[in-house]
T-cell receptor, first 116, second 115 residues
Framework: GAVVSQHPSRVICKSGTSVKIECRSL??????MFWYRQFPKKSLMLMAT?????????EQGVEKDKFLINHASLTLSTLTVTSAHPEDSSFYIC????????????FGQGTRLTVV | AQSVTQPDIHITVSEGASLELRCNYS??????LFWYVQSPGQGLQLLLK??????LVQGIKGFEAEFKRSQSSFNLRKPSVHWSDAAEYFC?????????????FGKGTKLSVIP
């Protein structure tokens, strides 16, 4: 199956700094990528949908200025957590949909963000 | 709005025993349904999916699930659990016509396996 690589797998940063998480589709072109946040003992919550070459669509309640998403190429989407706070600590997972008519989204391995 | 309910937060079974994980959904039309498995600190792996046709779908690792429209359920089953099946399992629903685009996930069921 298709592979989605997410980097880094773990990151610790200080409050007030910014952190960038990368999501790459390794063997397919992904016109659409999704960013999820997973709280402890909770489900995955869709944060935003990014489409290559256009602005991301954010879910209600997600601060677009805080969680910057860029999908500059068909194989790479980035999520930047700006001015990180301890409450931003979470597990972030990306997924990528193959092509415009792909019927399955493939998930990255996730990034554990800890803000201290 | 669509929603997914996984009534069991944590299930413990003995190795070799059968398993059934429950999933109920609420959706206005015929949904696309998925089961994913997540190992600790890892991303999600698709076990199986239902789009249409035969309501009993086979997945990887010996898992199967049955779509029951009348009960709005999509329960996951395995006849004989292996210790390596211990993980978190998520049921998800997506809008039909768009594959796994914009999934809504249940809260997950943690499976523990006793040797």
């Amino acid at each position: 199956g298709a592979v989605v690589s997410q980097h880094p797998s773990r990151v610790i940063c200080k409050s007030g700094t910014s952190v960038k998480i990368e999501c790459r589709s390794l063997d397919f072109q992904a016109t659409t990528m999704f960013w999820y946040r997973q709280f402890p003992k909770k489900s995955l919550m869709l944060m935003a949908t990014s489409n290559e070459g256009s602005k991301a669509t954010y879910e209600q309640g997600v601060e677009k200025d805080k969680f910057l998403i860029n999908h500059a190429s068909l194989t790479l989407s980035t999520l930047t957590v700006t001015s990180a706070h301890p409450e931003d600590s979470s597990f972030y997972i990306c997924s990528a949909r193959e092509g415009a008519g792909g019927t399955e989204a493939f998930f990255g391995q996730g990034t554990r963000l800890t803000v201290v | 709005a669509q929603s997914v309910t996984q009534p069991d937060i944590h299930i413990t079974v003995s190795e070799g025993a059968s398993l059934e994980l429950r999933c109920n959904y609420s959706y206005g039309a015929t949904p696309y349904l998925f089961w994913y498995v997540q190992s600790p600190g890892q991303g999600l792996q698709l076990l199986l999916k239902y789009f249409s046709g035969d309501t009993l779908v086979q997945g990887i690792k010996g898992f199967e699930a049955e779509f029951k429209r009348s009960q709005s359920s999509f329960n996951l089953r395995k006849p004989s659990v292996h210790w390596s099946d211990a993980a978190e399992y998520f049921c998800a629903v997506g809008p039909s016509g768009a594959g796994s685009y914009q999934l809504t996930f249940g809260k997950g069921t943690k499976l523990s396996v006793i040797p």
